[in-house]
Every structure is written in C-alpha cells, then in structure tokens.
C-alpha cells in the first residue's frame, strides 16, 4: 500500500467532517444532471429504437388535398407492402356536445408496424368509428353509441387507447374509421384540407433516405413530403430537446452553486488538516505525499459522491416512465444512459477539480510554523491556473454538447457574468461591513461585523444565494408573463371561432347562418389551399439534405392563399403589394423572417405546388407579420389570379360582440354544415395552458434544486462555522448578551446579507426575464407581483433558517461546559 | 452592615448521568465580604472552577444557595444572569476567551455596549491604555501575542468596573514574566476598579498578595 494511501485511511479515522458537505453537494449536483440528461436520452433513444412502430412504417410518403395519381401509386407500391391514411380536421357531434377531432380513414394494411390498442371494442368497419379515451371520457362515448362526422352517423365500435403516430403533434383527439366510414362522412372533397399518407414497409436493407429522394426526384412536383422511420415524431423529439435543454441549464446553475459548497467544503477541510500537516513535514513528509494523501481522501469522497447522483440519474427514466406515457407516444427507454451519466460524471469531476484545487493545494504548501498563526498568506496566482482551466473545461463541455451551442455559451456567458456580479457584491458587503462598524449599535455592529470575520464564507455564500434567487425570479417572471400572454392577452385580442373547410359554395349559407345566430360578430372569410414549396430560385428542395431551424417554410405543406388587398396586421417592408384587379403571370408576398433564412429577396422566384401542380410564382414583396393579430396569417399569398380555378375552401374567424357568444353558431354550423370543422380557441388555449403548466412544473422543480443546493451552501457554511459561532455566542452571553440578543445578532448577520442578494438578484433575474420575453418570445414583459416578491420572501425565510440554525446549538448548551471544551 | 459580595451556603453540584454521575462540589460554603481578595488553592480535580462557574452563574448548583451580590444567582434565568454578569462581574479566564472577530477596542467595549452604556468605547479606550495597549486597539486576537490577549480580558473585565472580578488561572497559558505582569496588573485594576477579586491559582506567590486564601478540597471548601 503506498504512503500516501496509508496516511489517508489513517487521517479519515477522525471523521470525515466538512468532507460530508462536500458528498452532498457533489452528489445532488451531479444527480440533477444525471436525471436530466439521462431522461432525455432515454426518451430519444425510445424514439429511435421504434421508428418504424411510431411511424407505422420504415418510409411515410404525403400529400395534400389529393390521392396518388396511378402511376404514383405504382411506384409506392413497387417499394413494398403499403397502407394508406387520409387524414383532416373534423368535428364529431354527439347530443352532449361536439368537438374538434383528428379524423384518419385507413385502409385494411393498416397498421404495417406497431398496433393500435383500444381501451375497449375493436377496430371500425364500414359505418363504425373508434374515438380516443379522452375524447370519450369528456363526451360520455361508450362502445355501441352513435356519433355525426361529416354527414355519416357512425356507430362507435371501440375506444382507443394507442395508434401508432397518424401525424405529428395533434392538438385534436383522434377518431379512426376506415375507407367506406371515411367515403361516408363526406367529407373529403376537392379543396378539403386533407393529407393523403403512404406508410410503406420497405424490403429487407433499403434505406428509406435512399427511396425517399428517388421517389421525389421521379415526381418533383408533386409536393409529396416523405419521412424516414429515424425521424419519426420529429415533433415530439424537438420538443424533448429543448425541454431537456433548458432543464440541463438549471441543472447546470446548481452545479455552480454546488461548486461553492464544494469549495466551502474543501476549504474547510483543508483547515481543519494543517495541524496534521504541519505534523507530517516536520517528521519528513514530502509535499508529493502531503498532497496525494488530501487527493486521495478528497478523491474517495468526490467519486462516491458522484456514484451517489449516478444512481439517480440511471433510475430516474424508469421513474418517470409511468408520468411521461400520458403525453409521449412512447414509454421511455427505461435502461441506463451511459452516455448522459458519462457526461454527468465529468461535470461532477471537473467542477470537483475547479473548486476543491485551491484548498487543498494552499494547505499542501503550508510551513509548519504558519500553522500556529492564523494570518495564513494569500493563495499565490499558480494555484489558480487549475481551477481555472478545469471551470472552463466545463463550460466548453456543456456548449460543445448542447444541441444549440450558441445558446448554450450565451447562458454559460450570463452565468459567469452574474457569478462575478455576486461575488463583487460580496466583496463590497464585507468592506461595507468592516468600514462602518464602529458607530452603529452593539447588536447591529456584531451582526455586520460577522460578515466582514476573516474566513467568513460572505462572497461565496452571496454568490449561492444570488445565483438560486436570480434564477427563481427569472424563471417566475418569465412563466407569468407567458402565461398571462396566452390566458389573458390572446383570448382578448383572438377570434372566439376558427372555422376550415367551409366549401365555397356554401359561403353565403355560412354568413346567412352566422348573422341569423351572431349578430354583430365579425366576421373573415379566406380563401384556403395547402401546397409545400417545392423549389427556390428553381432549386428543388428535395436537394437540401438538412433544414435548418429558421427555414420551416420548406418543412411540409404551407397554408396557402389568394388576396388582393393586403390583410390587416401584415405590413409591406419591400417591394410592393399588387393592384386589387391583379390579372399577370403568378406573384406571391412572403413573410420577411422566412425570406431572409433562405437568404431571398424581392424578384426571386419560388415554386409551390398545389394539387400536384407545380406554380412558379415571383416574389412581388415581402411582409412582416403580426403573428399576435391572431387573424389568418400566411406566409405565402398569391396575386389574384394564380389560384381561382384551384379547388379550394374557406376559412373563417368569428369574434362576437362583447357580451355575445358563438354557441349558437356553433351548433347550427354542426346541424347544417357538417362538412365544417369548428375550432374553438379557449379550447386550445387550455390545451395549450395545461402543456406550459406541465413544463412550467418541471422547471420549477428544477429551479428548487437550485435553490435547495444554495440551501446546503448557506448550512455547511453555518456548520462549518459552529465552533467558532458557538463560542462566540457563549462568550456573548458571559459578557452580559440574553439569549434574545444572542440570536438577534445571528439574525442580522444573515438578513442583512440575504437582503442585499435579493434586492439584486431580483432586478438581475427581471432583467434576464425581460431580455428572454421580449427577444426569445416576443410578448409583452408583465413580470406578476408575485414572481418578483418570491425572491426576497424566500431570502427571508433563508435567513431565519440560517439563523435559527446557527443559534440553537449555542443557546442549548451549558456555558460552562462550551468554556471548557474551547 | 454591608452585603457581603458572595454568600454561599452548602453548594452541591453534580454533573453527568448514570454512569457518569460526577459530585463536583459538595457542600461549598464561601462567604466574601466587600474589599477582600481570595485566593483559591486546590489540586486538579478539587472543584476550584465549578466553584468560580457558580459564583459567575455558568453554573446552576444541584443545591444550597448562592447569593452573588444580593442576587440568588441559583434562582436566575439566564437573561438575568447575563445582564448581572454583563454590569457587574468581571471575568478573566485561563484561554483568554476573546471575540476572535472584534478588534482589542470593541472586545472591551461590548459588555459595556450591551449594558446600553453611551461611553463604552471612551471608557474601553481609557481602560485599554491603563493595561498598556493603547497602541493596539484596532488589532484581532490573532495579531496578539498571548500576554497582550491577556491584558485585552483583564481590560474587558475590569471596563465596567464591576463589583466582583474572578479570574481562573490567569497566567495558565503564559511564560513566568508575562504571568507575573498580568498577576500584578490584575490585581492593580480590581483595586482601582474597587472590586472584589477572587483568583484561582496553583501559584502560592500569588496566594501570598490576596488577603485570604481558601482550599478547595474534594468540592469542599477548607480553611
């Protein structure tokens, strides 16, 4: 066994002391990242492994408003077997109420992978539909009842429970028929907006890529989409990126915090060992020795701490599986990820090597005779040439592995930026402190005087404090003011009722309809189609490999509209918007934010295809859109005279008066226009609100891990402390101090450090809020009282905690006894 | 005729449980009238300390009764026994005991200051130039030398000028010639302070300088 080896096991008889702080902090960090990151990657990794099962396929070829011309369909069949979906926005209506629905008419191949469970019955056949859970639950629908779709009273032949993924993110409950319900509701008509899919099992080591862009080569202008069983529900999966994302920042915030509490930690350990140091070098240890026997105890600690938040992190997806089923189309990898708890693991030892290094390497140099002085010597500069190499290692970690890396160096950035924006704060507290301390009162004069003790944790512990309390107020400033945007600001400004499919030639018996059982609403009426952009500046798109995130206007099909007046809440900012009898070759006015990612300008060309069609329109002007109007807003508009003569329909928003409702309307559309799909915003808006609740949930969960890690900070440093404030406060008491003034003395130091973090950690964290509400969402900024106030209320009770912590020990015991045992 | 300054009757102490069950003093008796200084004598383990504990009221005897200053010290609670400590007994311990985080001028201002006293820290400053370290004011226990930490207590204790001083072996952590200066300095103070002085010592020099010596024996109190 080596020395050093020999000398640890020996020394850690002693207890291990400040060494426990240390565990804890280590272990919770590196736990929060572990569950984070390895959540992710088992949700991804889920999604990966079952493409074909979540697809219902190995290739999804799509297109809208239209079947597969004959020889199409030949060549999707000649890949392998096939099954076709059609699938559009309906509304199914019951006598207990109606409701949007997402209607999918599938043919008997169907499903080609996966299965499709249900709750109770069987699959439809013929006139028979089977409607989701949640639906059925809300409607009262059982197996056996009649429901109108369309202009088919379908019977309900069973409840789903799952289908493999028919399209992407739905915000409307499923209903599933097959092809004779789907011919019977009516529904699909030319100009409908419907997807016709082709999921297709390809031969055995096809690559789907490969077959995809033959395909889109052979029928370029078919405005087909196709999808690869490896991106299947690519929605869902950008969705758990940027989740995890953001979750693996706040993460990362408490493994800062966690840093400081590792380095309170290491230093005082490192104090408490100099005696045995000293010790060592004068019966001849070298300092090689001195400083492997720290490394090795330090060590032993770190890396069981870090097997400690391991553990949490391998078992956390398998925890979390039963809460995630509900919205995931898939339960999570529930086996360990070795890849994120390998990156945990590094996290957890670089900030180790960060904040432990300079403790302990100040101890190791120590001359035996500087033990018995307490004014030890600055650490010199090369003992930060670690630390500091080691922080960076783990910020140039966290951004090389972040899926948007310049985000991720951006918060890294700010992190940095507000840790030193703390610790100056710190600094001046102490001067503050130690300048003005003969003059006030002895109770306030020994409070602040604590603060400015030499060894007296106030920077690091004003750094912990900040960083959770900023982080708590950014995080409920920004989650209020989206919320109040979407409970509060869009329902005043949205129309009540959005209406598709309306065929034209019912649009008079619509506007007849709505001023029967509306009057006074307000009414739009658009012209509607759908078409993907199929090339620009005549370069198809199947050409680009990999669509960048700005780009969605190439991603799937486009609303699509024709209008001569430039609709409200869009405004002209180049080029020129057409004369209202507009009769030339095609134009179209794009949205400006789509146009400057591909880098277009006025002049260029764009094609679009629709029905098959392909149109190659000129761009006359770009547009910047209101999207917060809350009106029809497309991105693509024709010229008059492009579209006319193409199937379409129409689409309507309807705002009633003020203290009208569209209830009226609604049934009446659902009685005499079945064929139109009604959706109702309040009920996206809860759809909506109860998704945020749910994410807001887990960040707040990941936010108290922050805050709990500058909870352990502000402990160890009152432990660490004990003995020096326990005999402080005996000493109080035998000077004359009652047991009131000994904690009210306690109670000042930590108030009136925590007032000062909070008064600044609320305008950083406001400040952060703003910056990310008006520049990321582009809302308003309506921080709630009460996300602002939560920061300096949790200061408070920090700082009773704190105090009252500290204090009790001293009050209990006996003076004497504390007098003999100093 | 005069309070005497300490009056104590049959105290017991006992401390620990079971086992450990420990009778520190039993049966103490010491009366201190006003001007006098005593010296306690006694080997290691005699009571010497529990005794000053009580008369200071760190301790709460198991019995008998003890009056301090006209005060039954046994039946005090700690606020009062803080406060009375605070106005009007001044110790001195072997360690020093000083607020490692005050400088020497506020360690002797804060028994003052918590008696709500305006001119504690003209007071403190006079008193620490009487001791000899009025060039050290603004200096932490730890820039002290351990005979200055010393003067710094002396200081601290006597400030007040209180009416009872106790010192438990004041030159226990010290080398010959500074324990002799502060012996001298100690019992210079508690003259001009007008104090009454009890001193616990092993040395019998000092014992010869107080005006009575009692032994502390077994947890009695002999001769």
Redo the contacts between chains.
Sequence with gaps: MSEALRLAIRDLRGGLGSLILLWLCLALSVAGIAAVASLAASIDSALAANGRQLLGGDLSLSVAQRDATAEEYRAITAMGRSAKIVTLRATLAKAEGSALVELSGVDRNWPLAGTATFAAGRRPAGTEAAVGAELAERLGIGVGDRVRVGFAQLRVSGIVRALPAISGFALAPPVLVDQTGLAATGLVQPGSLSTTSYRILLGAGADPASAARAFQRRFPNGGWRAVERSEAAGGTRRFIDRVGELLLLIALVSLAIGGLGISSAAGAFATSRRPTIAALKLLGARAATVRAMLGIEVGAIALAAIAAGLAVGAVTPALVAGAAEAWLPISPDSAPQWGALGKAALFGLLVTLAAAWGPIAGAVATRPAEVFRADLEPAPVRRLAVPVLAALAAAALAVATASNPGFTAILVGCLAALSLLFAGLGLAIRRVARRGSHRRGPLLRLGIAALARPGAATIRLAVAMGLGLSLLAMVGAVGSALLREIQTTIPGRAPALFLVDIPVAERARFEALADETAPGAELRLVPSLRGPVTAVNGVPVTQLRDIPEGVWILRGDRGLTFAAALPTGNRIVAGRWWPANYRGPPLISIDVDAAEALDLKVGDRMTVAVLGRPIDARIASLRQIDWRSFGFNFAIIFAPGALENAPYTVMATVAPPRDGDTLALERAVSRELPMVSTIRVRDIIAQVVETLRALEGAVRIATLLAIAMGVVVLAGSVVSTRRARQREMVLLKLVGATRGEVLAVQLIEFASLSAGVALVAVAAGALGAWAVVKYLLEIDFTPGIASLALPPLAAVLLSIGAALMAALPALLVRPATALRTA | MPEPLIDLSDIHLTLGRGAARTDILRGAVLRMEAGETIAVLGPSGSGK??LL?VIAG??RPTSGRAMVLGEDVAAMD??RL??L???SIG?V?Q?F??????SA??NV???M???RRGDA?ERARAELEAVGLGHRLTH?P??LSGGEQQRVAIA?ATAPHPQLLLADEPTGNLDAANGAAIIDLLFERAGAAGAGLVIITHDPAVADRASRTVRMVDGRVAG
Excluded: C, F, H, K
Aim: hydrophobic share 40%.
């Design positions: 300390s529990s504990a760190l301790e700690e606020d803080a406060r400590r605070g106005r110790i311990l360690n005991q000083l607020l490692p985080t005050m001028l506020e201002s804060v028994p200051e918590l008696a820290a932490y730890a820039q601290r």
